[in-house]
């Protein structure tokens, strides 16, 4: 079975602070993506990568990073946390078969900023 | 550019009710790839169908179907004779295969209640 796997379920800080939520991938996955999730708003796009050292931004990429220097790992880094960062975070991988493949998701990490 | 529109914000039905969740798309792009994913109260998402434009078959699994019709740029889901394990949030996807890549546009979910 695929999995996915995020380094936190919950996690709380402080504004200011420089946040790392890590996610690892073992089913050697080209494509990994970082989302966030807000009630009302779905699933958001913050960045993805298609291959170790790749990255693209998304649709919201303002005050976030991504590292992806293993092929298994993709790191999002709030550079400095702010308030309105408060959200879920998920994480997903895929394959290219042809077309887009299903993404696989992480259970998520629900970031609390203070 | 692409979007995907759930009308339906929450949904509350009583167990053993059909329910239909709507999914509205936009593309310009001719060869396209609409998702459903549900998204159950523990928070993981999961896969629940995968279907590129050429194939507008509609699907049957268990409980669960998928009417996919182009003329109306919908991909509506039904799940019969509910159960109060469907109770989830689901989203509709979508990704335009020459300008998305395998990045993937998602709907707002709908949240179905299903009632015992």
């Known amino acids: 079975d695929v999995k996915v796997t995020q380094s936190s379920r919950y996690l709380v800080k402080r504004t200011g602070e420089k946040v790392f939520l890590e996610c690892v991938q073992d089913m050697d996955h080209e494509n990994m993506f970082w989302y966030r999730q807000d009630p009302g708003l779905g699933l958001r796009l913050i960045y993805f990568s298609y291959d170790v050292k790749m990255k693209e931004k998304g649709d919201i990429p303002e005050g976030y990073s991504v590292s992806r220097e293993k092929k298994e790992r993709f790191s999002l880094i709030l550079e400095s946390a702010s308030t309105n960062q408060t959200s879920m975070y998920l994480c997903?991988?895929?394959?290219?078969?042809?077309?887009?493949?299903?993404?696989?998701f992480g259970p998520g990490t629900r970031l609390t900023v203070l | 550019a692409q979007k995907v529109t759930q009308a339906q914000t929450e949904i509350s039905v009583v167990e053993k009710e059909d329910v239909t969740l709507d999914c509205v798309y936009e593309?310009?792009?001719?060869?396209?790839?609409l998702f459903w994913y549900k998204q159950p109260p523990s928070g993981e998402l999961v896969f629940l169908i995968r279907r590129n434009s050429f194939d507008e078959q509609n699907e049957i699994s268990g409980r669960y179907s998928w009417n996919f019709q182009k003329s109306t740029s919908s991909f509506n889901f039904t799940i019969t004779a509910s159960q109060v394990v469907d109770s989830a949030v689901y989203f509709c996807a979508l990704s335009e295969r020459e300008t998305s890549g395998s990045r993937l546009t998602f709907g707002e979910g709908t949240q179905l209640t299903v009632n015992p």
């Open positions: 593309t310009r792009d001719t060869t396209y790839y």
């Open positions: 997903a991988s895929s394959l290219w078969v042809g077309g887009p493949g299903e993404q696989f």
